[in-house]
């Protein structure tokens, strides 16, 4: 069970309506979610991104009522808390954007404050295959960096594991936070129930102390760093949220 299917099942089996997706480029998820409302972000969307969002609403209706921001998403957080306040909560958020440890760390907490308290976080991109995947760099792997990690294949992950990492071990009181073996690891963040929600700031000395981590520390203990999960807990995952919301 992949990124889509997780999401499409969520909105099946609930009354959800709203979809926040960091990271877009072709939007060939983002078309194919069948959510009420939904909400694009992305610095650079590919070229060919307006024409597909087109012939997507012409095809679906779905689709009709997407709003695009094509925008970082910090910038995004910060110019447009009103629309963001005006649409929340939001149910699901998609986090794919720029695979480093500060952005997806970032791009998590600022989703936090709007998402629904019984809403989910999935973060893709959180299992790197191999060393060369999970290159931690700036921006995407200069020339130089993929000419000198011999496992390089073109695939990159960045360090977003260590957002993982990061959040289970400073708010374990908070929120629910694994990753499902699938898709090349796929994040799952989550507030725990009866928790009062508040906003969460970034711990300095504690991002430091993980942004110093290598590919090899987490291969050498990845079950209890990413909370690992395998695949089948997807439908427990999808289940536990459908009956939350029945229960309200």
């Known amino acids: 069970m ?5 999401i499409q099942e969520v909105f099946k089996k609930t009354d959800f309506e709203t979809y926040l997706e960091i990271g877009c480029y072709r939007g060939k998820t983002f078309f194919s979610v069948n959510a009420k ?8 969307f590919h070229v060919l991104f307006m024409k597909d969002a087109v012939l997507a609403t012409i095809k679906a209706f779905r689709n009709i009522r997407n709003k695009y921001f094509q925008l970082e998403s910090d910038v995004f ?38 998402l629904n308290k019984q809403g989910v976080i999935i973060m893709h991109d959180c299992l790197p295959p191999n060393k060369g995947a999970a290159l931690p760099t700036k921006n995407f792997p200069t020339l130089e960096e993929q000419s ?3 496992s390089w294949s073109g695939a990159w992950c960045g360090d977003v594991w260590k957002t993982i990492v990061y959040l289970i071990k400073v708010h374990p009181a908070e929120l629910e936070v ?11 963040v989550r507030f725990k129930e009866g928790v009062p929600k508040k906003e969460i700031i970034i711990d ?34 999808i289940n536990d949220i459908a009956l939350q919301r029945k229960s309200l």
């Not at 649409?87 to 404050?113: A, R, Y």
């Open 37 to 44: 409302y939904k909400i694009a972000v992305d610095p650079f």
């Open 178 to 188: 694994c990753v499902i073996n699938t898709d090349l690891g796929l994040g799952i």
């Open 204 to 237: 300095k000395n504690v991002f430091l102390e993980i942004d110093q981590m290598t590919y090899d520390d987490l291969i050498q203990d990845v079950e209890n760093l990413l909370s690992l999960k395998n695949v089948n807990y997807a439908v427990e995952l």
């Open 2 to 6: 992949k990124r889509l299917q997780i």
């Open 77 to 114: 957080f910060e110019i447009k808390k009103d629309f963001l306040n005006r649409v929340k909560p939001i149910d699901v958020v998609l986090i794919d954007g720029l695979h480093t440890f500060e952005t997806s760390l970032n791009d998590v907490l600022n989703s936090l404050l709007y």
């Open 148 to 150: 000198k990690e011999e």
